[in-house]
């Protein structure tokens, strides 16, 4: 099993950011991506970035390009998620993910944090 604690959401005003963290612990010898993936309540959950943990390898959703930079430091088993100009439209809650094989699609995800709310005001 792994555990994923995120920390580090709230609430700023557009054009503003935040940094996002997931710690990792537990059984995460065989974990090859960890992703951040949010949701609007009535929405289904979006991938907005992952990041495979050995290569470095970083993918994100178009609408965050530029914007949001998803980091891992192995060392600590930690991931980041910094948004910078953040938008309205970004106001979600956002959860941290984990996998063995990949981290494209919420079905692909074998564990989830509990979820750290992002609000921006216009």
């Known amino acids: 099993q792994v555990q994923l604690v995120e920390s580090g959401g709230g609430s700023v005003q557009a054009g503003g950011s935040l940094r996002l963290s997931c710690q990792a612990s537990?059984?995460?010898?065989?974990?090859?991506?960890m992703a951040w993936f949010r949701q609007d309540p009535g929405k289904e959950r979006e991938a907005v970035a992952r990041i495979y943990v050995r290569q470095g390898d970083t993918y994100y959703v178009d609408s965050v390009k530029g914007r949001f930079t998803i980091s891992h430091d192995s060392a600590k088993n930690t991931m980041y998620l910094q948004m910078n100009s953040l938008k309205p439209e970004d106001t979600a809650k956002y959860y941290c993910a984990a996998d063995s094989l990949t981290c494209r699609t919420a079905a692909d995800i074998d564990y989830w944090g509990q979820g750290t709310q992002v609000t921006v005001s216009s």
């Open positions: 537990g059984y995460t010898y065989n974990m090859q991506c």
